[in-house]
C-alpha cells in the first residue's frame, strides 16, 4: 500500500467526471439498467490501465512514447495525440459544473441562464485555483495522489453514509441488479432504453470509470512515481519547491534474467493492487453511491442537464433536510474542482512528455529544464479555458469531452495491443486474457462511438 498511487489518481478524476455528473443524468432519465455499462467500462479500463503501466515498468516509458515508435512516424501520432487530449480534456466542464455547486453554497438555490456570467466568473476563478496548485510541491505526482487519497476516502466514505441512511433497501437491490442490465421492478433485462439520446449514453460510456486520454495518462504518473523502469526516468518536479530533474527522452530495457524478473513479478503485484483493488473496487462504488442518492431525492425521467447539475441533487436534499444540502453541494464543489486539477495535470504533463521526447530543439530549450515547458503549456492551456468556458454550458463540454473519450480508447486500445506484443521483451509481454480484454474494449468502445456519431447524424 505504500506505493500504489496512480490508480488512485485515476479513480480520484473518473468520480467528478461520469460519476458524480454523467451518470446521474442518465440513471435518472433512464434508470439504474444502465448501471451495467459502468461493469463492463470499468472491467476492460482497468485491464487497460494495467497494460498501460506494463508496458511503462518495461520500459520507463510513458504509452504515447511507446505509441510515437509505430508507423507511420513519430510526429503524425505526436500531433493524433496532442488533438485527442485537446479535444477531450481542453474543455474546462468540471470547473464550470464546479461552479455551480459553488454558487448554490453561497445563495441556495441552483443557477439559472440569468446567472450565466456569474458562474462563469466562479469557474474562472476555479480553473486559476487549479493552476495554483500546480505550481508547489516537489514532484507533481506525489501532490495529486495525496490530495486523491482524502477525496477518494472522503467522498467515497460520505457518499456510503448519506446512501445508507436516505436509500431503500428496493433502491440497493435495483442498484444491484442494474449492474448486471436486469430491472426487477419489471422482472426483465434492459441494456439500452428505447429512444435515447445515445450522443448522452455514448458520453456516459466514455466517463465510465476514467475515459480515454486520462486513463492514458496513469502511464506518465507510473513513471514519475519510479514504477520497474521509471524509477531511472526521472520525473517531472513543481515549480515551486522542486528541482531540475534530468528527465530522460527515451526509456530503458532490462536483461529478463531470474533476478529481474523476480523484481518484475514484485512490480506487478503492486500493479494488481492499484488496478484491481483499488481502482476497479473504487471505481464501482465511485458510480453507484451517488447514483442511489440522486434517483432517491430527484423524479425519475427527469432531465437535469443545465448550469447547476453538480447542485441539483443538493437542492432535493435542501428541501427535505436543510442541512444536508450544504453537505452535498460542498462535496460536489469538491469532487469537480480535484477533477479538473487532475484532467488539467494529465493534459499539460502528456503533452510535454510528447514534446520532450519528439523534439531535441525543446529539450534543450532552458537548459534542458522540462519545467520550462510543462509551464509554459499550462499557460496556454489556462487562456483557452477561459475562452472555451464562455462557449457552452458546462454539460454540453463534458459530452462532447466523453465522446472522445470513447473515440480514443478505440484507437489506443488498438495502439497498446500492438506496442506490448510487438516492441516488449518477450517475458513481459501480456498473456492469452489481456489480450482478449484489449479487444473487447475496442468492440465496446466502437459501438458506442458508432451510436453516438450516429446520433448526432439524425
Request: charged share 10%; glycine share 12%; net charge positive.
Amino acid at each position: 500500500m505504500g506505493v500504489v498511487g496512480p490508480g488512485v489518481i485515476v479513480l480520484g478524476a473518473s468520480i467528478g467526471s461520469g460519476e458524480y455528473l454523467l451518470g446521474p443524468v442518465n440513471f435518472v432519465k433512464y434508470g439504474l439498467t444502465l448501471l451495467w455499462v459502468t461493469s463492463v467500462a470499468v472491467l476492460l479500463q482497468t485491464n487497460f490501465n494495467a497494460e498501460l503501466m506494463r508496458y511503462t515498468m518495461a520500459t520507463g516509458e510513458p504509452a504515447n512514447t511507446g505509441f510515437m515508435r509505430t508507423r507511420p512516424h513519430s510526429t503524425f501520432w505526436a500531433v493524433i495525440y496532442s488533438l485527442l487530449y485537446f479535444l477531450q480534456v481542453g474543455w474546462p466542464g468540471w470547473a464550470g459544473a464546479a461552479s455551480g455547486a459553488f454558487f448554490f453554497l453561497v445563495t441556495r438555490r441552483v443557477a439559472g441562464p440569468e446567472e450565466a456570467n456569474i458562474v462563469y466568473l466562479i469557474g474562472v476563478g476555479t480553473f486559476l485555483a487549479c493552476v495554483v496548485i500546480l505550481l508547489f510541491g516537489r514532484r507533481i505526482e506525489r501532490t495529486l495522489e495525496v490530495l486523491n487519497w482524502i477525496l477518494v476516502i472522503v467522498i467515497i466514505g460520505s457518499f456510503l453514509v448519506l446512501a445508507l441512511i436516505f436509500v431503500a433497501p428496493s433502491t440497493w437491490i435495483a442498484a444491484a441488479a442494474g449492474f448486471f442490465g436486469f430491472a426487477p421492478s419489471t422482472g426483465k433485462f434492459m441494456f439500452l432504453p428505447e429512444g435515447a439520446d445515445y450522443f448522452l449514453i455514448g458520453a456516459f460510456a466514455g466517463f465510465c470509470g476514467a475515459g480515454g486520454v486520462i486513463n492514458l495518462t496513469l502511464s506518465n504518473w507510473a513513471r514519475d512515481k519510479g514504477y520497474g523502469m521509471g524509477g531511472v526516468a526521472g520525473y517531472i518536479p513543481a515549480a515551486v519547491g522542486g528541482k531540475k530533474v534530468n528527465l530522460a527522452h527515451t526509456g530503458f530495457t532490462f536483461v529478463p534474467d531470474e533476478k529481474s524478473m523476480e523484481r518484475w513479478r514484485g512490480w506487478w503485484r503492486v500493479v494488481k493492487v492499484d488496478q484491481w483493488v483499488i481502482y476497479f473496487f473504487g471505481a464501482l462504488l465511485g458510480m453507484a453511491l451517488p447514483a442511489l442518492l440522486y434517483v432517491t431525492f430527484l423524479e425519475p425521467g427527469t432531465d437535469i442537464r443545465g448550469y447547476g447539475i453538480a447542485a441539483t441533487l443538493a437542492n432535493a436534499m435542501e428541501a427535505r433536510l436543510p442541512l444536508m444540502g450544504g453537505v452535498v453541494a460542498f462535496l460536489g464543489a469538491w469532487i469537480l474542482f480535484k477533477t479538473q486539477l487532475d484532467v488539467l495535470e494529465g493534459m499539460v504533463r502528456a503533452v510535454t512528455d510528447i514534446l520532450w521526447t519528439g523534439s531535441k530543439r525543446l529539450r534543450a530549450w532552458r537548459g534542458g529544464d522540462v519545467r520550462a515547458i510543462y509551464y509554459a503549456l499550462l499557460g496556454v492551456v489556462v487562456v483557452w479555458g477561459m475562452i472555451a468556458l464562455k462557449m457552452a454550458q458546462p454539460i454540453l463540454l463534458l459530452q462532447i469531452s466523453a465522446n472522445v473519450a470513447g473515440l480514443t480508447f478505440v484507437i489506443a486500445g488498438v495502439h497498446l495491443y500492438y506496442v506490448n506484443t510487438r516492441l516488449l521483451p518477450e517475458a513481459v509481454r501480456p498473456g492469452v486474457w489481456p489480450r482478449v480484454g484489449l479487444v473487447a474494449l475496442v468492440v465496446f468502445y466502437g459501438g458506442f462511438s458508432f451510436l453516438s456519431i450516429r446520433a448526432l447524424m439524425v
